[in-house]
């Protein structure tokens, strides 16, 4: 597709941005010196372990002199580090490439671990060889980090390997191609923007106002940074001549008109018989593909879906997100509004009367670790789980972070859904929305954990607005609740009438009784009472 317009920015555009950039630094959202080149020592000091451990495992498994001498492994990044919009704190998705005798199982999950556990200042490492894309993490002093393991079919990694060289490709299991196309992608939307520096200052600010409006997620079902990258790269190709304040006002306008499901693509998608039988996305062929609402595909083979977590209830508030963030910027163009409304924090916890509040808790640290990124990847089950199990009427609102309560005993964290009726639906007396199964099936799909130790809990309940616990506020004080929600939000109180509403009590047997119901003078849901897991 060819760009929609070549136009220059006005000067008022150029004003704009100006404004933009000054808000970003304002917000802190740019890293220090110290902390830049902090993350390069970290960097380079892995990459002299993943050498090191190389040349251990050829020792180990009995290779001669010259082999142990030509051993290698390499560190790459990729993500918002590789792409340039990290900020403080933020972590480094790297990628460890090695040779064919690296096994992932035994050399990478076991020895390279062992490695890791012994070096000093390495903390909280946390193996998930079980994860689609197997990941170890860890912090090395203090910077967290995400490390993926490919294994090349080939002896030796030169030291100037080019993994966008596709024929790294052969012969490779799936594990280590998808670990590989991390990287391989982040080059490629880096090749394909017009202007890189513009890109970079756009997807800074897109995934700032991601956060900010609570969509910033992708194991809940929202967009993560790689989504985020590639829904800006394809605006900066329509509009290759904008400035950023004018590539956020087009990304709006672009995506609340943009059809789902039809695909985001950068490029077109190619398959490369020669590589063997590696699956790209396309609906006409593969089942699997035809299922997804909101397809953003990556820019490398194998092209692939990058949001297939999009689900039914996050696209929706994405969608109306869009939709706010298209107005503010239309107010924004006739000066009748400033950048702070558009990054305006959403308010969740006063969006709906109804939350389900899901707490995470183990023994010690390391457990607690494990047990919360096991529960984690199954929240969004639930949230499907319920909006399938109520024919949609029901619909879920997941909150994309956890909170702590640090007054609690022992290692705990909470996770929240808002809870509302589905807007416009007709209303019937008496109607009651029964998720005791669905909570059931959903502790089920979490006692599946394979490494369950005792003490890992987790418990289901219903709270009320006014319920909410203090510590999901900044500092624990709650704050004033605002006259009015904003347009575009998904509030359920400017959008559904005060009404009188009824809660279901736990059942002689001492078994909790989860229901939601709703008179008929009411749109507005109401969840029950708590459901423990053991």
Avoid at 273 to 284: A, I, K, M
Wanted: glycine residues 6%; contains cysteine.
């Amino acid at each position: 597709m060819e760009p929609l317009s070549t136009a220059g920015p006005t000067p008022a555009d150029l004003g704009r941005t100006r404004d933009l950039e000054k808000l970003l630094s304002n917000a802190g959202l740019n890293e220090s010196r110290e902390e830049a080149m902090k993350r390069e020592g970290v960097l380079g000091r892995l990459d002299q372990i993943v050498k090191s451990w190389v040349r251990q495992i050829c020792v180990n498994k009995g290779f001669s002199n010259e082999v142990v001498q030509e051993a290698n492994a390499k560190i790459f990044t990729f993500g918002s580090y590789r792409l340039g919009v990290h900020g403080p704190g933020s972590d480094i998705d790297t990628l460890c490439v090695g040779p064919s005798h690296a096994t992932r199982e035994e050399d990478f999950f076991v020895e390279l671990h062992n490695i890791l556990a012994e070096t000093e200042n390495v903390t909280e490492l946390n193996p998930v060889p079980e994860a689609h894309v197997p990941v170890m993490k860890f912090k090395f002093d203090g910077i967290s980090i995400d490390l993926l393991y490919a294994r090349l079919s080939s002896w030796t990694i030169p030291e100037d390997l080019d993994i966008s060289d596709e024929s790294i490709m052969q012969n490779l299991d799936e594990q280590s191609v998808l670990s590989l196309n991390g990287c391989r992608v982040t080059d490629q939307i880096l090749r394909l923007v017009p202007n890189i520096q513009h890109f970079r200052t756009t997807l800074r600010c897109m995934k700032y106002w991601a956060k900010r409006r609570g969509v910033y997620s992708n194991v809940t079902g929202f967009l993560g940074g790689i989504n985020w990258a590639l829904l800006v790269a394809r605006i900066c190709q329509l509009y290759p001549n904008a400035v950023p304040s004018t590539l956020i006002s087009r990304f709006f306008r672009v995506y609340t008109q943009w059809r789902w499901p039809n695909p985001v693509m950068l490029c077109p998608i190619e398959e490369r018989s020669s590589l063997g039988l590696l699956q790209v996305w396309d609906p006409r062929k593969n089942p699997r593909d035809k299922s997804h609402l909101m397809p953003i595909i990556t820019p490398a083979y194998p092209c692939m879906n990058s949001s297939y977590n999009v689900s039914t209830s996050t696209l929706r508030i994405m969608t109306q997100e869009f939709n706010r963030g298209n107005e503010v910027c239309e107010q924004l163009e006739m000066s009748r509004a400033t950048w702070d409304l558009l990054f305006e924090s959403f308010s969740f916890f006063e969006a709906y009367r109804n939350y389900l509040q899901i707490d995470v808790v183990a023994i010690d640290d390391c457990d607690h670790r494990c047990w919360k990124g096991w529960v984690e990847s199954r929240l969004r089950q639930l949230t499907l789980k319920v909006e399938k199990d109520t024919y949609g009427m029901l619909q879920c609102h997941p909150h994309p972070s956890d909170f702590v309560d640090m007054a609690r005993d022992g290692y705990h964290c909470a996770y929240f859904m808002g809870l509302q009726r589905k807007l416009g639906a007709p209303l019937h007396e008496g109607q009651q929305f029964d998720i005791r199964t669905t909570v059931e099936q959903f502790k089920l799909n979490v006692a599946a954990y394979t490494s369950w130790k005792q003490g890992m809990e987790i418990y289901v309940s219903h709270v009320r607005r006014k319920q909410i616990p203090l510590f999901v506020y900044p500092g624990g004080v709650k704050p004033a609740r605002p006259a009015r929600q904003h347009s575009g939000s998904p509030s359920s109180d400017s959008k559904q009438g005060d009404s009188r509403k009824r809660l279901t009590s736990a059942d002689p047997g001492g078994h909790c009784s989860k229901k939601i119901a709703s008179s008929s003078s009411s749109n507005q849901v109401v969840a029950a009472e708590e459901v423990e897991v053991s």
